[in-house]
């Protein structure tokens, strides 16, 4: 048995959309080139390559660089320390590949609502098809690997034979992306209560369910961010304790506030009814919340069925729900694939 250890790779790129070119045109001859990168706090630079790939560096300086691994050979009982390693390492990249989600959810969301379009070809990122590269001189190269080979050869193919499938986002859409992406950070950092980077993460895969038909799942999904946004609409706008409303909670209403023991107390349907009568909420949201929760509670109590179109109101109320605490037009909603 021997030990050694290395750091950890802090590079990865995931490839967010099938059908998603960056600043292509016919004429472009470097899937790999880098046309806009960004950085998100301290935690990583992002790359987009011309292929629609995401790349990512993680920064020494954030929560998610590198840490050292350990790594095990020979055969025996692995030591624990070894094992507790592993764990770290593998909670480290689970993280990692959501902050990827996350970022593919942001950009994507916003596009797709710039554009008028429902999100198409959306893909999630996961530890098994993350694909390593290495930076030089500015230029990213893949590792040889079967994820790469996928990835670059199924972009090739698809650009030789059905090139018309494929969808160029115009430099100008993704300048607009990135800075609904910078604008995200400080907003979010004001919600007292909803993570903004997990529900744009959740409401990114429930999208991607939704399309391949995993409606109960994508129903689940969409329905906790909803909840989530519904208590920060609460705070945001000053609703509990009597805070100051944020500067960006600019829709006119007669809500009178209320204690945080009254609030903590209300059930859902209580706090839309509250919404719904202080004309916050209009009731066609309301209606389509209180449906959407029945059909999550059948589901998760009764086992009983969830359709698409249930599946799609869910998605269309996280929608709507976004508007009031984002500036930036945001949509994650996708269509219900199906052949007839």
Known sequence: MTLRTRAFPNRFATLPNARALF????????????????????????????????????????????I??????????????????QDQVMELQRQRVQFANFIAGSLFGNLSAQRGRPLDGAQNATMDNIIGFEMQDGQIFFEKSPQSQAALNGRIAILQNAPQTLDS????????????????DPRSATFDYADAQLCITLNYQAAILHREQHVPASLALNFAVAEALIHEIFLCYGQVGAPEARDYAKRPHNCPGLPKKVFDRLTLKDRLTYLTEGGLFDANLSERIEATRKSRNNMLHNAAAVTARESGNAQTIVRDLWGFVLDDPFDLSTVFSFRV
């Open 68 to 85: 050292e691994q350990i790594v095990f050979q020979g055969s025996g009982k692995v030591p624990d320390h070894v094992m507790e390693n």
């Open 23 to 66: 600043d292509h045109d016919a004429k472009d001859g470097n899937l790999l080139e880098i046309v806009r990168t960004v950085q998100f706090r301290d935690v990583a630079q992002i790359h987009l390559l011309k292929m629609g790939a995401l790349a990512f560096e993680f920064l020494d300086s954030g929560n998610l660089r590198s």
């Open 169 to 184: 986002i115009s430099g100008a859409r993704l300048t607009e992306a990135i800075a609904f992406l910078t604008r995200l």
